[in-house]
T-cell receptor, first 110, second 115 residues
Framework: QKEVEQNSGPLSVPEGAIASLNCTYS?????SFWYRQYSGKSPELIMS????GDKEDGRFTAQLNKASQYVSLLIRDSQPSDSATYLC???????????FGTGTRLLVSP | DGGITQSPKYLFRKEGQNVTLSCEQN?????MYWYRQDPGQGLRLIYY???????QKGDIAEGYSVSREKKESFPLTVTSAQKNPTAFYLC??????????????FGPGTRLLVL
């Protein structure tokens, strides 16, 4: 049974700073996803990453290291609107269920 | 407007009552999923369906049932056998059955409360 571990936080950063969110997983995993969830709302996809290395999309950069079973999300120029819980999810190629971490709560102060 | 809809937004269940949560998608996705989210916990998979007329149990299927008679619909019934049903229920879908590099997209959720 794959497990996905995240620090529950809260991670507090000032506006304009870089927020760094981390996730580790047990067992083999080839695809990672970061979802953002505002309080009382459903998760929305931020980034997906399938290959080792970095993937950038606007202010967001995901980093995947399959050998270390580690994936991270960097948020540059953090804004108060980024304050949310960030869920990490991992799955294998082929149909395997998506396994979610418990999420890291991010607080960006003005 | 394409997307996933869930209804109702809030649902109240009495003791011993079965209730059904609706999930509809017009994205033409093959696969659909039901998750449960409890405070401080990650999403846990209840049931999933990769094609019409077929579905599989997830990690916490006891006390729940589903059907998949149409591609766009995947209703979840919370039966009286589910002793702790209070949670946030999330429906998701993905394009081609869940294999390969494929993303799941979520509906807005239904919050179930026990009276």
């Amino acid at each position: 049974q794959k497990e996905v571990e995240q620090n529950s936080g809260p991670l507090s950063v000032p506006e304009g700073a870089i927020a760094s969110l981390n996730c580790t997983y047990s067992d083999r995993g080839s695809q990672s996803f970061w979802y953002r969830q505002y309080s009382g709302k459903s998760p929305e996809l931020i980034m997906s990453i399938y290959s080792n290395g970095d993937k950038e999309d606007g202010r967001f950069t995901a980093q995947l290291n399959k050998a270390s079973q580690y994936v991270s999300l960097l948020i540059r120029d953090s804004q108060p609107s980024d304050s949310a819980t960030y869920l990490c999810a991992v799955k294998d190629t082929g149909f395997q269920k998506l396994v979610f971490g418990t999420g890291t709560r991010l607080l960006v102060s003005p | 407007d394409g997307g996933i809809t869930q209804s109702p937004k809030y649902l109240f269940r009495k003791e011993g009552q079965n209730v059904t949560l609706s999930c509809e998608q017009n994205l033409n996705h093959d696969a659909m999923y039901w998750y449960r989210q409890d405070p401080g916990q990650g999403l846990r998979l209840i049931y999933y369906s990769q094609i019409v007329n077929d579905f599989q149990k997830g990690d916490i299927a006891e006390g729940y049932s589903v059907s998949r008679e149409k591609k766009e619909s995947f209703p979840l019934t919370v039966t009286s056998a589910q002793k702790n049903p209070t949670a946030f229920y999330l429906c998701a879908s993905s394009p081609r059955g869940g294999a390969g590099q494929e993303t799941q997209y979520f509906g807005p959720g239904t919050r179930l409360l026990v009276l």
